[in-house]
């Protein structure tokens, strides 16, 4: 049987490892944590909505029902030329014939990001967050500024949508709690028109729910530092606050940078459209980890990884296993795709090169998502 080595235990390393264990490969799936963290249901971790534990689960639960093996270890180098793969525990491995990068990405370093909270960051942070909104709701009143930075070599790594639900949910929260009036929320982002990417008509919405909800905004001004205090931008303005969640852009994994492997300016790794590595043969990467091709919107959502991980499985199965198929391409099928809850409701956003969509969903779109949190655990169980 040919073996596949997976690297990475988020949204595409676990989606890869079931799909290439469903074509018929031995499985091995290297992950640093022993749980799989489902990031788009961390939005309500900070606002006291869902514990830790349900936005979690145990990789090795995954792994018993799918038939893969786990081996909990951290990825320190890769060498696309030598074909090995260092890991901090076992040391220097020859590659199998096949491997998965699915390592997700770094995130760039401003100035004074310690000063900062992220709900993209390590899965502890959002534990943190809540502490700190715990803490500014007993005061009873404060600033708080939430934004999210760009990276103007990969526009594809911004990941601002995380942002918008858990700004709207921390609204909805503080409104419950009843003492919303006592604070002053304001948005900020570098670029001039944030969420452009989701369409005009996603865009024109988040407008007016930034007015009717009393949401300041600052956008078009340029990151220059963090302090204790607030965000200071490049024409020394300052956003005075208590409390900063921030989302930074992504760039490519550490771990990637200082490889061999081919790279775009931004780090990631360099992939043709059926997401095998360029000039690395049997080498694949999907998810956060490759550089994406494809129209100027193209985002890093977890729909796009699980979509390149079965695409890179029923691929390999075609080149390595002989199957009789066509080799699937990932560029065709990207689009922008979220429910994004606001607490009380949510907003269906869709885009593709087509068209866009975006539909108000009152209460029931809140339901929505948490019903999607359900389906996805289950999903990965039971399918």
């Given at each position: 049987?040919?073996?596949?080595?997976?690297?990475?235990?988020?949204i595409?390393?676990?989606?890869a490892?079931?799909a290439f264990r469903?074509?018929?490969?031995?499985?091995?799936?290297?992950?640093?944590?022993?749980?799989?963290?489902?990031?788009?249901?961390?939005i309500?971790?900070?606002?006291?909505?869902?514990?830790?534990?349900?936005?979690s689960?145990?990789?090795?639960k995954?792994?018993?029902?799918?038939?893969?093996?786990?081996?909990?270890?951290?990825v320190?180098?890769?060498?696309?030329?030598?074909k090995?793969?260092?890991?901090?525990?076992?040391?220097?491995?020859d590659?199998?014939a096949?491997?998965?990068?699915?390592?997700?990405?770094s995130k760039?370093?401003?100035?004074?990001?310690?000063?900062?909270?992220s709900?993209?960051?390590?899965?502890?942070?959002?534990?943190?967050?809540?502490?700190?909104?715990?803490?500014?709701?007993?005061?009873?009143?404060?600033?708080?500024?939430?934004?999210?930075?760009?990276?103007?070599?990969?526009?594809?790594?911004v990941?601002?949508?995380?942002?918008?639900e858990?700004?709207?949910?921390?609204?909805?929260?503080l409104?419950?709690?009843?003492?919303r009036?006592?604070f002053?929320?304001?948005?900020?982002?570098?670029?001039?028109?944030?969420?452009?990417?989701?369409?005009?008509k996603?865009?024109?919405?988040?407008?007016?729910?930034f007015?009717d909800?009393?949401?300041n905004?600052?956008?078009?001004?340029?990151?220059?530092?963090?302090?204790?205090?607030?965000?200071?931008f490049?024409?020394q303005?300052?956003?005075?606050s208590?409390?900063c969640?921030?989302i930074?852009?992504?760039?490519?994994?550490?771990?990637?940078?200082?490889?061999?492997?081919p790279?775009?300016?931004?780090?990631?790794i360099?992939?043709?459209?059926?997401?095998?590595?360029?000039?690395?043969p049997?080498?694949?990467?999907?998810?956060?980890?490759?550089?994406?091709?494809?129209?100027?919107?193209?985002?890093?959502?977890?729909?796009?990884?699980e979509?390149?991980a079965?695409?890179?499985?029923?691929?390999?199965?075609?080149?390595?296993?002989?199957?009789?198929?066509?080799?699937?391409?990932?560029?065709?099928?990207?689009?922008?795709?979220?429910v994004?809850?606001?607490?009380?409701?949510a907003?269906?956003?869709?885009k593709n090169?087509?068209?866009?969509?975006?539909?108000?969903?009152?209460v029931?779109g809140?339901?929505?998502?948490?019903?999607?949190?359900?389906?996805?655990?289950?999903?990965?169980l039971?399918?």
């Open positions: 049987m040919h073996k596949v080595l997976i690297l990475g235990g988020g595409g390393g676990v989606a490892a079931i469903k074509q018929g490969f031995e499985v091995e799936l290297v992950s640093e944590r022993n749980y799989l963290f489902i990031y788009p249901l961390a309500w971790i900070p606002v006291g909505s869902m514990q830790f534990k349900n936005v689960m145990p990789l090795s995954l792994a018993r029902k799918h038939g893969f093996s786990l081996t909990i270890d951290k320190i180098a890769l060498d696309g030329e030598r090995t793969i260092t890991l901090e525990k076992a040391g220097v491995r590659s199998p096949l491997v998965v990068i699915a390592l997700g990405a760039l370093k401003h100035e004074g990001i310690e000063h900062t909270s709900i993209c960051g390590k899965p502890e942070e959002s534990l943190l967050l809540k502490e700190k909104i715990e803490a500014l709701a007993a005061r009873g009143s404060g600033k708080i500024a939430f934004g999210f930075g760009g990276n103007p070599k990969d526009s594809s790594a990941r601002g949508g995380p942002g918008f858990l700004l709207f949910n921390l609204h909805h929260h409104k419950k709690l009843g003492i009036d006592r002053e929320i304001t948005f900020f982002a570098p670029m001039a028109e944030p969420g452009a990417r989701m369409g005009k996603a865009l024109s919405a988040m407008a007016t729910m007015k909800k009393n949401i905004t600052r956008f078009g001004k340029k990151i220059s530092r963090f302090e204790g205090d607030g965000v200071v490049e024409d303005s300052k956003l005075d208590d409390l969640m921030f930074p852009a992504g760039e490519g994994h550490e771990i990637i940078r200082k490889s061999n492997l790279q775009n300016n931004a780090g990631f360099r992939i043709d459209d059926y997401c095998r590595i360029v000039g690395v049997g080498w694949y990467a999907v998810g956060d980890s490759a550089a994406l091709e494809g129209p100027e919107w193209k985002a890093k959502q977890g729909h796009v990884a979509l390149m079965n695409n890179a499985a029923g691929n390999a199965a075609i080149e390595h296993l002989g199957q009789q198929n066509t080799l699937k391409g990932y560029q065709a099928h990207l689009n922008v795709l979220c994004m809850d606001m607490g009380d409701g907003g269906f956003v869709y090169s087509l068209r866009e969509v975006f539909i108000p969903l009152p029931v809140h339901w929505l998502k948490k019903s999607w949190g359900h389906y996805y655990k289950l999903s990965k039971w399918l």
